[in-house]
């Protein structure tokens, strides 16, 4: 087993830029590395699509995310994630067309890295695949839009008329041990949600952005295959796109991140960078965006929201805040969020937790635990 | 029990010297058993580390017949069609400036690492930086795929290699390849590792040779071979991985060789044993009579010596392992150059031990010191009785009488059955043959008793009476033969042994030398491709310029090497030349004919390697799949190629180019006129812009072909020394436990007046006559040895044959040593009846009556 763990682990470094000696320290450093060279993410700048849809090459990192809460028809509950990472080795833009990957280039500067995650009430499966750029491997395409890896694919549907985005297909299967897959139509009727100004999403005191846009009110039905049986589902999904060149400023650690589909019809994106401030006191940069039913988004702001931690919980020898309190009583949010379960812990080189969450209504939490939303956490950076 | 123990472990305090010959026996024995252990594991290792693919087994390959190999087009279809673990793989075997060989495997490492791997099985703490060096990164990535690249070398294997960071090594066959770049792991075995782009421009292909199948899900195979048979994949080909089986049956006869020397090592040590507890035995008559008559039974007395048996086993284990270890790592790089030399295989330099040898070196220990030690054993248990006197009980008799002769012939029959019989397969076949050999061998030692007996005999008969002291002395060889007889036949296998080998290898490299002479009958090469460089037909002072090129193919599932060269190549144009190369005799009227059929393109020529392994004899015909569809050649005539275990086929140049347009040119063969030197010719072609790297003169290829032929046999010469050297301790544990038995004997002769340097003279004179009959009878045996190398292990092993050339100065060399080797083990013991007193012989006999 040793042997297999080796290759993705050395290949790993090289995914993500990140010296040798710094393994056993902290794996995300290459998110606060200087982005000299690499194009700069800027407050004016307009986002365009389709043409957003696809790869940035000249931006060191970016990412193209799927998470959905799913239920089958006796009401059990299951989470699919699914993400495609795009990371640029050099500063020089490859000679390749990345976007398509049609012309062959060995000698690309893009790597491609893919996450697939599926949920159940009791169990967390993930899986990992890489590829280089420049093959024709793996690559997005911005008009008809598909970002694939290998077999794992997220494209607009065969059936889509010629220019529209949505219905989008999920498709991914594994064999390990039995099969395990997804395959996932995605709907909208709302348009894209830009966060932060227009898309701009600053994440520090000192200039640190992204260019982040998110599509919070995706419908979805199909099937996945569970341990090889496959269960038909329909639930509620969120992409997020979003690039840059150095997400994290050099006092911040990572960040916690939360999206919540919330009963009442709203869609709730909230983060809140960590970082260190003057005399080493936790100091947090937190932003969200909340969407109503028809699209329309308030962007949330720093001290409109408490974020309090109520438990952690160790996880491969990480101590993660896994139950949280969040209150933004300007538009009478106040919950109790909660993990679907606790092993959702993605323990690769690049260590992040990613799961299922229920969001419930604080006020009667301790009577009632009545559940009001459901989504997504992330938390990156805890070593 | 505890005084008995007491008493008879006390010996070996006294005589620290003689336990030491013990110990040295069992552990010379058991140590060589476990080097050639090690060796062979570790071989192994390595061949499994070769037969995968950067540690990723590879259980299928997917060829193609296209000329440009496979395109990335179709690896990236079937990746997207949902069969992840291809792997796209371009290999190259080049050789180095020195002849060794460099085993290139590029590949994309991407996609050999990232799978569909189960994200939880990697884990930071698993992270290793000594991976592949200390600042692998994203920038080490690029500059690994983008020009001017880097080769990754193992470090062992940089080392070996003298290759430091940043290198470039130039390969004889022209190729430059990128900036060296040593790494810490092993993880490729001993190849060097390129990214696929890079080798693809390096190499300048359009395709991968392969796409290596790393799955092993019997599913995804099942629906991949469907898929590849469907006409859309009509040019493609699922085939099993046959590489791993190809290395392992090719190098099994060279590691059933070793274990079979080293089973030799073993029984040589077990004569030492043997010499060494009949010395420990007699010294101890006195003691044991003692405690007899203290009322000690022989049941305590037989357990008493059990335990002391078992204590000599456990320490002779714990040293042999130990020793064999130590001796199997620093015999690694001699294995490791044979194996390169005769098989291209890589084998680490790192030797692995496994726990499993402790046991079965001391079940071989316990098995072998009991076999050993029974017949001493039993000699003192039961004849040093109170009362009963000593009498040699081993006393040869003269003659043929039928007990002692039906041995012999039972060995006889059963090394010729051996040697002769047709067993299932060519494993089988091999250990028949060393079975046979070793019948024979064995069969030998018991003559050498009834030849030695047999000249005593003429001695005793025809010597006149006046000759007293000749004839005091074939009396006396007649009296010492029971106990020197065992340590003589340990000479006499180790100079069998000697004797054989040489012969075998300096035949082989007689025939290697004469091959060559003819096989590079041209006077310059220049090596590479040739599509860049143009050398003029006229250029003067060359009479003729012929091309070649190569092409590997696969042919089911071995990988088979297409070489082919046009018709102004000397080595096939020319009948005499010609007919010193093909390994059938084929009558000289019909060899122009032969010629003629294959220039034409009617068939083919295989290396006899080729037709003894895969039993394809001349007028058969071989299936290969070609650019245009599969096709039947049929094979001509088989030809010699020493040094190579691949299989090959030749091929005129234009056949090669119309069925596989894609091969390989691998360079020119000029044929100077003798109007200008060679050196000026060299010149010219530089000045034509071919890199000087690229060419080469027949004397500098004939120098690097004999220091690779010469590596081959190190490990051999190795072993046989050792074998000599066990045996030369055997003799001297024989000769001191002689001596300590005819102390009284000897000085009783010093007594009546003999003087020492008369006693000496005779002591030393039967030896000599003793080694001299050793040695006579060994050139026989060693002869049959040789011929049992040549016409049988030889043709099973490497498919190889060649005539064995009988050579005085091979058995003159391995006398020579062998007496040396006597000579050193008889100086001890001649010193001690020159210096030690009357009063010491005497003395020492009252422990041994």
């Not at chain 2, 782009?197 to 071979?225: C, E, H, P, W």
């Not at chain 2, 000699?379 to 009362?387: G, H, V």
């Not at chain 2, 190549?569 to 009558?587: H, K, Q, W």
């Not at chain 2, 290829?701 to 590596?711: G, L, P």
């Amino acid at each position: 087993m040793r042997i297999l763990v080796l290759m993705p682990t050395m290949l790993a470094m090289l995914v993500w830029d990140i010296p040798v000696q710094a393994q056993s320290g902290d794996p995300y450093v290459f998110l606060r590395n200087a982005a000299s060279g690499y194009a700069e993410v800027l407050s004016d700048h307009k986002l365009e699509f389709p043409r957003d849809n696809g790869a940035h090459p000249e931006f060191r990192i970016e990412w193209w995310y799927v998470t959905a809460n799913l239920q089958d028809v006796d009401g059990s509950h299951y989470g699919v994630q699914w993400t495609l990472f795009r990371q640029s080795l050099s500063p020089l833009i490859s000679t390749s067309d990345e976007q398509g990957g049609e012309k062959s280039d060995w000698g690309s500067n893009q790597v491609w890295l893919a996450h697939a995650a599926i949920t159940n009430e009791k169990l967390h499966r993930h899986w990992q695949k890489m590829a280089r750029g420049g093959i024709g491997q793996a690559g997005v395409d911005a008009q008809p839009f598909s970002a694939w890896i290998d077999h794992w694919a997220l494209g607009t549907s065969l059936s889509s008329r010629s220019n529209d985005l949505y219905p989008l297909d999920l498709r991914f299967s594994i064999n390990d041990n039995g099969e395990y897959a997804a395959n996932l139509q995605l709907t909208a009727g709302t348009p894209m949600v830009l966060n932060g100004l227009d898309g701009y999403s600053q994440k520090s005191a000192s200039g640190q952005a992204s260019y982040y846009y998110s599509q919070p009110h995706l419908e979805v039905s199909g099937q996945i295959v569970w341990q090889g049986e496959p269960v038909m589902v329909t639930g509620q999904a969120w992409l997020d796109r979003e690039w840059s060149s150095q997400p994290l400023a050099e006092n911040q650690s990572g960040w916690d991140w939360f999206s919540l589909h919330l009963d009442d019809g709203r869609a709730l994106m909230l983060y809140q960078m960590r970082e260190i401030g003057d005399e080493n006191k936790d100091e947090y940069w937190v932003s969200g965006s909340l969407v109503a039913k028809n699209g329309s988004k308030i962007n949330i702001l720093q001290d409109e929201v408490q974020l309090e931690v109520l438990t952690t919980k160790t996880l491969d020898n990480r101590e993660l805040p896994l139950r949280w309190h969040v209150s933004i009583p300007k538009y009478d949010i106040d919950l109790t969020i909660e993990p679907l379960h606790d092993q959702q812990f993605i323990s690769g080189f690049l260590p992040y937790w990613e799961g299922v969450i229920f969001a419930f209504d604080s006020k009667d939490y301790s009577l009632l635990r009545r559940q009001v939303g459901r989504g997504y956490m992330e938390l990156m950076g805890y070593n | 029990m505890a005084i008995i123990l007491k008493t008879l472990l006390s010996y070996h305090w006294r005589n620290l010297g003689q336990s030491l010959f013990l110990l040295t026996g069992l552990v010379a024995g058991l140590a060589l058993w476990v080097a050639v252990q090690v060796i062979n594991e570790t071989a192994k290792s390595s061949y499994q580390q070769a037969s995968q693919l950067l540690d990723y087994q590879v259980t299928h390959l997917i060829t193609t017949n296209l000329p440009q190999g496979v395109p990335l087009e179709v690896y990236a279809r079937l990746r997207r069609a949902g069969y992840d673990g291809l792997v796209p793989v371009l290999e190259r075997r080049l050789r180095d400036s020195k002849g060794r060989f460099l085993e290139i495997i590029a590949t994309d490492l991407f996609a050999l690492g990232g799978s569909s791997t189960k994200s939880s099985d990697v884990k930071t703490e698993d992270i290793d930086p000594v991976i592949i060096g200390n600042s692998f990164s994203g920038e080490a990535w690029l500059s690994f795929i983008q020009p001017p690249y880097s080769v990754y070398i193992p470090s062992e294997l940089a080392s070996s290699l003298v290759v430091e960071e940043g290198d470039q090594i130039v390969t004889r066959e022209g190729f430059l390849l990128p900036p060296s770049h040593i790494i810490t792991n092993q993880q490729g075995g001993n190849k060097l590792i390129m990214d696929v782009g890079a080798a693809m421009a390096v190499f300048n292909k359009d395709g991968f040779d392969y796409i290596a199948v790393t799955s092993g899900d019997q599913r995804q195979l099942a629906l991949l071979a469907g898929l590849l048979d469907s006409p859309a994949f009509e040019n493609f080909q699922f085939v099993s991985n046959a590489e791993a089986l190809d290395l392992t049956q090719l190098t099994d006869s060279f590691h059933i060789n070793l274990t079979a020397m080293s089973l030799l090592s073993l029984a040589v040590g077990l004569f030492i044993i043997y010499n060494a507890a009949q010395f420990s035995i007699l010294y101890r008559r006195a003691s044991i009579r003692t405690l007899r008559a203290c009322g000690v039974n022989l049941a305590e007395l037989g357990f008493g010596l059990a335990v002391e048996y078992l204590v000599w086993v456990i320490i002779g284990t714990i040293f042999g392992c130990g020793l064999g270890y130590w001796l199997g790592n620093n015999l690694l790089p001699s294995v490791s150059a044979t194996l390169n030399g005769l098989y291209g295989a890589s084998v680490s330099a790192s030797a692995i031990f496994n726990i499993d040898w402790l046991w079965q070196t001391f079940l071989i220990a316990f098995a072998g010191m009991g076999l050993a030690i029974a017949v001493p054993m039993r000699s003192l248990l039961f004849t040093t009785s109170i009362n009963k006197p000593f009498t040699n009980q081993d006393e040869l008799t003269y003659g043929a009488n039928w007990q002692s002769v039906l041995p012999i012939a039972i060995l006889l029959v059963l090394a010729w059955i051996l040697l002769n019989s047709n067993l299932l397969n060519q494993k089988q076949a091999l250990i028949g043959a060393f079975g046979g050999l070793a019948a024979l061998l064995l069969a030998g030692t018991l003559i050498l008793s009834k030849v030695l007996m047999w000249f005593v005999w003429l001695g005793k008969t025809f010597l006149p009476n006046s000759w007293y002291m000749t004839r005091w002395l074939v009396s006396d060889i007649r009296l010492q033969l029971p106990r020197t007889r065992i340590a003589f036949m340990a000479i006499l296998l180790a100079l069998v042994a000697n004797i054989g080998v040489n012969l075998m290898v300096n035949s082989f490299r007689a025939a290697f030398n004469d091959w060559i002479d003819y096989r590079l009958a041209a006077d310059i090469y220049v090596v590479g491709e040739y599509d860049q460089l143009v050398i003029p037909k006229n250029l003067s002072g060359v009479a003729a310029l012929s091309l070649s090129a190569q092409q590997t193919i696969r042919w089911q599932g071995h990988s088979i090497s297409l070489r082919a060269v046009d018709s102004q190549d000397p080595a096939y144009n020319d009948i005499g030349t010609f007919s010193r190369l093909v390994a059938e005799t084929i009558p000289s009227d019909s060899i122009a004919d032969v010629q003629e059929q294959w220039f034409t393109g009617a068939g083919v020529f295989i290396n006899e390697q080729f037709r003894h392994k895969q039993g394809i004899l001349p007028g058969e015909q071989i299936t290969l799949d070609t650019s245009t569809g599969s096709e039947n050649y049929h094979v001509l005539a088989t030809l010699h190629d020493y040094g190579n275990t691949k299989f090959q086929i030749y091929l005129p140049l234009k056949t090669l180019k119309i069925y596989w347009p894609e091969a390989n040119s691998s360079g020119w063969a000029l044929m100077l006129d003798g109007t200008r030197s060679e050196l000026s010719v060299i010149e010219k072609l530089e000045n034509l812009g071919v890199p000087a790297e690229r060419i080469r003169s027949q004397s500098e290829i004939k120098r690097v072909a004999s220091t690779v032929f010469e590596r081959t046999f190190l490990i051999t010469a190795a072993l046989n020394s050792l074998t000599l050297i066990i045996a030369g301790v055997s003799m001297l544990c024989a000769l001191l436990a002689l001596q300590m038995e005819r102390s009284g004997f000897i000085g009783n002769l010093l007594s009546i007046g003999l003087h020492r340097s008369e006693l000496i003279t005779g002591m030393f004179a039967t030896l000599l006559f003793k080694f001299t009959v050793t040695f006579i009878l060994a050139i026989p045996l060693g002869y049959i040895l040789a011929w049992v190398l040549i016409e049988k292990i030889n043709i099973l092993s490497f498919g190889w044959t060649m005539p064995l050339l009988w050579q005085a100065q091979s058995i003159i060399s391995a006398g020579l040593l062998s007496g040396f080797v006597l000579i050193l083990s008889a100086i001890p013991v001649l010193w001690l009846v020159r210096r030690k007193p009357l009063r010491h012989w005497l003395a020492m006999a009252k422990y041994t009556r």
